[in-house]
């Protein structure tokens, strides 16, 4: 009875490490996972490790006064060599699952797994809005959602922004999204019955920056404990699923929050070719599970995707097009995405830019690609020019007297010529000025200090050069009684600033223009009509009529 009593105590104490150890890993049950086959071989190590103990302890009571454990007769520790057996042919297992799962001797199959189009730029990219534009980057919107939690007198003490800021398309506008954490452990356990009672909500075109209160919190999310951790979940509704290292904070149209959880699909071997193949959207609030295959997630949802593993499929297409040893040797053909990319809102969806260059390292682009991070689908398009490293530098030189540095450059249509467009920041990460570069002439550069001066200036630049945009004729029109009309003086030119009944834009009259000098004569309540061209806050005025 004693000895049964024992076995059971260490059978017990190894399922408990076992218990322990999933826990805190949550691997998840599935040959396909990395981590599964790590986890099996700590397993095997903690019985070695509870079977060595119970071998070694009964080995003490036998020759006490010896040392304790140094002298075991291998006779008695049989189980223990058969586990080490077992450790290796799992280890073997895994070596050769990933060797077979490579792009070493799987290039062909790695080369296929993204479809590209090849398309038109002025046909897919529309001459750009200036009042959707994305003009923020990620750390510039952390900057903005550090300052609105610094202003949060009720919960800046409990809770603090999280890095997330996912960027989406909300009604709409381009936003980026991001829950609160709990600021410590002490400060979960005083507010986790009630949850996570907001998130940052960021305009990326006006830089509007809002604290969402919700009515009920978030109680699931990636800084919970326990059994409300996010991972922790998903792992004990979904133990089979391998979810993306990358869970996606996003709102439905309403407001509501979710996690977009993408789940791995691996495509060759064992674990090789890894796409996604569905997605478990999770109610923030709720913790509701919904399972979607990848071609029926919701239309509201954006990023499916990340843009790591899109520009890393297409790294596969454009390096491997003839065989894994010209990727190394010859590299003949070989193209891959530039250092970096962004994002673009196109038909109602975000889709990632990056440039496109060859592995030789030179300094231009052969062209660019677009890849939508819901759907997975792919747009090349041919436009020679300047990589966006060279671009930003470009940009830098003309403000060098002041150390700005260049964020990674947004892709506009301005004029139907591909132009990069970024912000110009200080050293504390502040935007001081915004830059336009000419994707194929780079040494095009212009300069404002607002994003109407700057592509006003960058109008001008292109008209100098011959290029006029198709759009330049095509004024818009509208008409109605003058609500307030006052003169600004900006840089030594008198402009008129026009509201009309009817809309809330203002319409800028600018005096230095001959034809439009007559806006003298109009007065508050007056009747006008205009020609004019949108642009980002104010609208340019062309045409008194």
């Known amino acids: ?67 304790l454990g140094l002298n075991l007769d291998i006779s008695e520790m049989k189980g223990l060599k058969y586990m080490g057996i077992l450790l290796v ?23 296929r797994l993204l479809t590209i189009e090849e398309r038109n730029f002025t046909d897919d990219i529309q001459e750009a809005d200036y009042n ?20 949060l007198v009720d919960m800046v003490s409990q809770f603090e922004v999280s890095n997330d800021y996912t960027q989406i ?29 907001a998130y940052i909500l960021i305009d990326m075109a006006t830089q509007d920056t809002q604290c969402v209160k919700l009515q009920q919190g978030i109680r699931y999310s990636k800084s919970e404990y326990f059994n409300r951790n996010l991972y922790r979940h998903l792992r004990f509704h979904y133990p089979t699923y391998i979810f993306d290292d990358q869970l996606f904070f996003e709102i439905d149209e309403e407001g509501t929050p979710y996690w977009v959880c993408p789940v791995k699909k691996f495509n060759i071997g064992l674990f090789g070719g890894q796409t996604v193949g569905n997605v478990v ?63 673009i809102a196109l038909d109602d969806d975000v889709w990632v830019y990056s440039g496109v260059t060859s592995v030789s390292g030179d300094q231009s682009n052969v062209g660019f690609i677009l890849m939508n991070q819901r759907t997975m689908e792919t747009r090349f398009y041919k436009v020679e020019g300047a990589i966006e490293d060279s671009a930003m530098s ?18 506009l249509n301005i004029a139907d010529e591909p132009t990069y467009f970024m912000a110009l920041k200080d050293a504390s990460g502040l935007v001081k000025k915004y830059a336009m570069v000419n994707v194929q002439k780079y040494q095009w550069v212009a300069i404002g200090d607002t994003i109407q001066e700057c592509e006003k200036n960058y109008s001008a630049l292109l008209n100098t ?55 003298i004569r109009y007065r508050a309540g007056d009747h006008i009509s205009l020609g004019y061209v949108e642009g980002y806050g104010l609208h340019e005025v062309r045409e008194l009529q």
């Not at 999933?22 to 397993?43: E, K, Q, T």
């Open 281 to 343: 959207l999770c109610n923030a609030v709720t913790g509701e599970c919904v399972d979607y295959d990848v071609a029926d997630v919701p239309q509201w949802v954006d990023k499916v995707y990340s843009a790591e593993l899109l520009t890393q499929l297409y790294d596969y297409s454009g390096i491997l097009k003839h065989g894994f040893l010209n990727s190394v040797l010859g590299q003949k053909d070989c193209l891959q995405s530039t250092n970096g990319y962004n994002y």
């Open 394 to 411: 470009s940009a830098e030189g003309q403000v060098q007297n002041l150390g700005y540095v260049a964020t990674f450059p947004l892709l």
């Open 1 to 67: 009875m004693k000895k049964i009593t024992r076995n059971l105590i260490f059978i017990l104490a190894g399922l408990l490490a076992a218990g322990i150890l999933y826990y805190i890993y949550l691997p998840a049950v599935n040959i396909h996972s990395s981590s599964f086959w790590f986890f099996m071989m700590g397993l095997i190590v903690v019985c070695m490790a509870v079977y060595g103990v119970k071998k070694a302890g009964r080995r003490i009571l036998l020759t006490e006064g010896r040392r």
């Open 465 to 519: 050069n011959g290029i006029v945009s198709r759009n330049a004729d095509a004024l818009k029109q509208i008409a109605g009684r003058i609500t307030a009309i006052a003169p600004v003086v900006l840089e030594g030119t008198t402009h008129y600033y026009i509201c009309i009944e009817g809309t809330d834009d203002i319409f800028d009259v600018n005096m230095s223009e001959e034809a439009l000098i007559g806006i």
């Open 169 to 197: 398309n909300y009604q709409g506008t381009p936003v980026r999204v991001t829950p609160l954490s709990y600021a410590s452990p002490i400060k979960w356990l005083t507010n986790h019955r009630s949850g996570i009672p």
């Open 89 to 111: 042919v799992v280890f073997a297992i895994y070596l050769v699952g990933s060797i077979l799962s490579s792009p070493i001797v799987n290039a062909a199959k790695y080369q």
């Open 132 to 151: 959707t534009i994305p003009l923020l980057d990620k750390n510039s919107a952390a900057l903005l959602g550090n300052r609105k939690m610094g202003s």
